[in-house]
C-alpha cells in the first residue's frame, strides 16, 4: 500500500475504534444545514467539488454513487448519524450530492391495493 493510499484509510484502529474523535470530523459542528433523515436517500451527482475533501468526506461521497441511505452511509464510515448527517450536508452544500426524503410507508389497510396485490399473486400461480 502506498503512503497516498494510506492516507485515505479511515483512521481506525480494530481494537481501540476510531482514533479521530466524530467532532473533528465535523470542525465541532452540531448541526447539518440539510434537512437529513436516517432513512433519507442521497446520491452522488457526479460533479466534483471544488475544495479538497476530507478522508470521511471522499468516502462518503463514494459510498453515495448509487442511492443509499444516511443510517447505512453512517454504518460504513462508523460515525455517529449525527456527525454523518453533517458530513453529508457539507457534500451537498457544494453540489455534489443531492438527498430526498424517506418514501412515506405504504396505506396497507386501503383494500384496493389489498385485492392488487392478491390478484397479482393469484396470476402468478397460473
Do not use: F, W
Not at 459542528?29 to 436517500?41: E, N
Not at 466534483?48 to 443509499?68: C, I
Amino acid at each position: 500500500m502506498t503512503a497516498a493510499e494510506e492516507q485515505d484509510e479511515p483512521l481506525i484502529d480494530d481494537d481501540a475504534g476510531r482514533l479521530v474523535r466524530p467532532y473533528t470530523v465535523s470542525n465541532g459542528r452540531t448541526r447539518p444545514t440539510a434537512s437529513l433523515d436516517m432513512l433519507s436517500m442521497v446520491r452522488a451527482t457526479g460533479s466534483v467539488p471544488s475544495a479538497h475533501l476530507e478522508p470521511d468526506h471522499a468516502r462518503a461521497l463514494d459510498l453515495s454513487r448509487n442511492p443509499v441511505t444516511v443510517a447505512e452511509v453512517g454504518a460504513q464510515l462508523r460515525l455517529p448519524v449525527a456527525i454523518t448527517k453533517i458530513v453529508l450536508s457539507d457534500l451537498i452544500d457544494c453540489g455534489a450530492l443531492t438527498s430526498r426524503p424517506p418514501l412515506p410507508p405504504a396505506d396497507l389497510t386501503d383494500r384496493a391495493v389489498l385485492e392488487e396485490v392478491l390478484n397479482g399473486l393469484r396470476r402468478r400461480q397460473r
